[in-house]
């Protein structure tokens, strides 16, 4: 049963099995007690059986209105819900949001807001793309991706971008380096190493600010090789011998062969940026971005940190 028909009718006959009183139910439905009474009797012929058991003085379930009763409000319950989500829906309350993230993004920062959006508007859902930066502004414009995560982008005229996330950087070291053996490591120890960097093509804003932290200790870096996803880094350490800098939430992850180091202080440190095409804000988005509001920042205290 599921026309707007019978969902009356089971909704007249759970009053009525609830108030075990035509007139009583008929109050509680703002009807008349012949309606009620009407739709009861049809929902009775439909199926057959007789629901109630009537006399002047009161109102009985049958064994088959007892049987009815439970899935009758399931039913109603499953209808309710129904149309809630689509007038929800229809407000842009709820939904699924398609979101574009650099791979660095997948460790602390994505997960950190899907979980105060989970918390706060359980009803919204996430589908979610590894892009790169360019690629993410060039979907946000056409209206194919609904918000992505970049780097420390510069700004552009058509799109927002707000800071959720705030991380240290670190130095990756092959197992076994001669610098693995130390508890911080500095910039300036990597002169003359091999190095591996995120392509400029993935991540132009990793990549610059990677090679900016090397010139500023006084080198130029011998990059050796260059990747396009976050998840080569670590086999190339491990298989190659390459050191990099990287963004601390790769402590996440673990591989034999690759140790992770803090580096000396000043520590350098590395920013996650929302970024959204205001022209297309959905009550679901508008939603999302209040809890990436709320997230706290999440960088040590007790470093000496400076944002590039």
């Known amino acids: 049963m599921n026309s707007k028909l019978e969902l009356r009718l089971l909704q007249s006959f759970c009053a009525v099995a609830e108030e075990l009183h035509f007139r009583r139910a008929a109050l509680r439905l703002h009807a008349t007690q012949s309606a009620v009474s009407q ?16 006399n002047r003085r009161q109102v009985e379930l049958t064994d088959a209105g007892r049987s009815l009763y439970g899935d009758a409000r399931d039913m109603l319950a499953k209808a309710e819900a129904t149309v809630l989500r689509t007038r929800e829906a229809a407000l842009g309350l709820r939904g699924t949001l398609t979101f574009g ?50 780097r420390a982008e510069p700004r552009t005229a058509d799109l927002q971008l707000r800071t959720v996330w705030r991380e240290p950087v670190i130095c990756l070291l092959p197992a076994g380096h001669r610098l693995a053996a130390r508890d911080r490591v500095a910039i300036g120890d990597l002169e003359g190493e091999p190095i591996l960097n995120l392509s400029r093509d993935y991540d132009p804003a990793a990549h610059d600010l990677y090679v900016g932290l090397y010139r500023k200790a006084g080198f130029e870096p011998r990059i050796v090789q260059e990747v396009s996803q976050i998840a080569t880094i670590l086999f190339v350490i491990a298989a190659t011998g390459c050191v990099a800098l990287g963004p601390a939430g790769f402590t996440v992850l673990r591989r034999d062969g690759v140790v992770f180091r803090p580096l000396a202080a000043p520590v350098p440190q590395v920013t996650t940026r929302l970024v959204w095409n205001p022209k297309r804000v959905s009550r679901a988005l508008e939603a999302v971005l209040d809890c990436a509001a709320e997230l706290p920042p999440r960088v040590a205290h007790h470093q000496r940190e400076r944002e590039f």
Request: proline share 3%; charged share 25%.
């Open 39 to 54: 739709q009861v009797k049809e929902l009775e012929q439909r199926l057959g059986v007789a629901l109630f058991a009537r």
């Open 101 to 150: 993230l650099i791979g660095a993004a997948t460790f602390q920062a994505m997960p950190a807001l899907m979980r105060a959006v989970r918390d706060k508007s359980p009803e919204i859902g996430f589908r979610v793309r590894e892009m790169t930066a360019r690629e993410q502004f060039a979907a946000l414009r056409d209206g194919t991706l609904d918000a992505g995560m970049v």
